[in-house]
């Protein structure tokens, strides 16, 4: 976006892989290893790499606590701009 003129301007996409809360910890641990496994096959890192995404495969813990730091950041934001849901 700086180049285009628009300085400070931030904003990535996220994909991941969500589970109803109470999801048997063996479960998260099961689906966590199978997609790390999948993430590092040659034929994903590639297919990722030509759609323009830099995948990190990492623990459900630091999933959480990415998409909490995400929470707080835009949150704040949206406070600071009294941004309001349309109904």
């Known amino acids: 976006m700086s180049e285009a003129g628009i300085e400070g301007q931030e904003s990535e996409t996220m994909q991941g892989v969500l589970v109803p809360t109470g ?26 790499a030509e759609l323009g995404f830099d995948p990190v495969a990492d ?20 406070k600071e701009a009294k941004i309001q849901q349309i109904q």
């Open 23 to 48: 999801t048997p910890a063996e479960i998260v641990a099961l689906l966590n290893r199978e997609i790390v496994k999948a993430m590092q096959l040659d034929d994903v890192k590639a297919k990722c």
């Open 59 to 78: 623990s459900p813990q630091a999933f959480a606590a990415y998409i909490n730091q995400d929470i707080e950041k835009w949150g704040k934001v949206i």
